[in-house]
């Protein structure tokens, strides 16, 4: 019998299109869920009867009481080569193999280009009114060049956004707690002497961290308070980074300018949440990564990562 393998959130319904299947095809079906399984029961009811899983970014925690439900699971695919919602050590007691795909920075950065120049220059506010018949030429947009960029985190990611920013002629500051003088000399920006410093001086802030304890809520009530009220916060790294509750209440008072957001603790965003009213906010619905180049190589990483384990030597494992 062939082994059964479920795709994750296949929310599009091209995962089996935009790559070629066809090596593992004999010896695999392959299942696309469409709908956003959230809840560990509904989880548990779907994949019992999947040998192999295929997971796209971190919409889907593996804790070790949903591990254990799953005791046909013996390969769990996750798109990328970070995942912070699997439990490794459960997975490993329970014999099941998991292996990463590579990504592309790109889509990310462009991301997060199209958060600042849609707040900075009114872009959702006018095409609403353009083609409702509102008024014509209604805001005033905020100029980029001159202006300060400031970066949290300045990686792979942090890094070309940096570029971009000097190209539009923008002064660039990063900060982060590792962040060297020698990293901030070869991007070419000022590395901020605190994060009290970036925030405060910053015209746009756009975070670019990994997600751990030193950063997880690094962004609450008394750091968005030192913002200027002509200010922009842009996320496209990890929601828990910046807290909720901060956030809701400066664009509730109004006391910046605005936010870019495309990321969320809960994904997908729950119908009632605030953020999908909120004024001065830009939100998109996790669509950094929603590439067809970065599709691409997701699922065909993938298949190439259950070739490999049906073979016995797995690739690109995690852990």
């Not at 220059?121 to 030429?137: C, I, K, M, S």
């Not at 590439?291 to 190589?297: I, P």
Request: net charge negative.
């Amino acid at each position: 019998m062939k082994l059964r393998c479920a795709v994750l959130d296949d929310l599009q319904g091209v995962a089996t299109s935009v790559a070629d299947w066809s090596p593992v095809l004999d010896r695999v079906e392959v299942v696309g869920f469409a709908e956003h399984l959230a809840a560990e029961e509904e989880l548990a009811g779907a994949l019992a009867e999947f040998d192999i899983v295929v997971t796209l970014r971190e919409r889907v925690p593996f804790p070790a009481s949903l591990l254990a439900r799953l005791p046909r699971l013996k390969l769990l695919v996750a798109s990328g080569m970070r995942n912070s919602v699997i439990d490794y050590a459960a997975a490993e007691r329970q014999g099941v193999t998991v292996c990463g795909t590579a990504s592309s920075s790109t889509p990310a950065v462009e991301m997060t280009w199209a958060l600042i120049l849609g707040l900075a220059r009114g872009l959702v506010a006018e095409n609403t009114a353009l083609r409702t018949g509102g008024p014509w030429q209604h805001t005033l947009g905020a100029d980029l060049h001159g202006r300060r960029l400031g970066l949290l985190g300045l990686g792979k990611i942090g890094g070309r956004v940096a570029q971009v920013g000097l190209a539009f002629g923008m002064e660039v500051l990063a900060w982060s707690r590792n962040l060297t003088q020698e990293r901030a000399d070869e991007v070419g920006v000022t590395r901020a002497a605190s994060l009290e410093q970036l925030l405060s001086t910053s015209d746009v802030v756009s975070v670019h961290l990994v997600l751990s304890d030193r950063t997880r809520g690094l962004l609450g009530d008394a750091e968005l308070a030192l913002l200027k009220p002509t200010a922009y916060l842009v996320n496209t790294s990890r929601a828990a980074i910046v807290d909720d509750g901060a956030l809701i209440d400066v664009l509730r008072r109004g006391t910046i300018a605005g936010a870019g957001l495309d990321v969320f603790e809960t994904e997908p965003l729950p119908a009632d949440h605030p953020f999908r009213t909120l004024p001065r906010l830009l939100a998109t619905p996790h669509l950094g990564y929603v590439t067809e180049s970065n599709y691409r190589r997701y699922y065909g990483d993938a298949v190439e990562d259950i070739q490999a384990f049906l073979a016995g030597t797995p690739i690109r494992r995690l852990g």
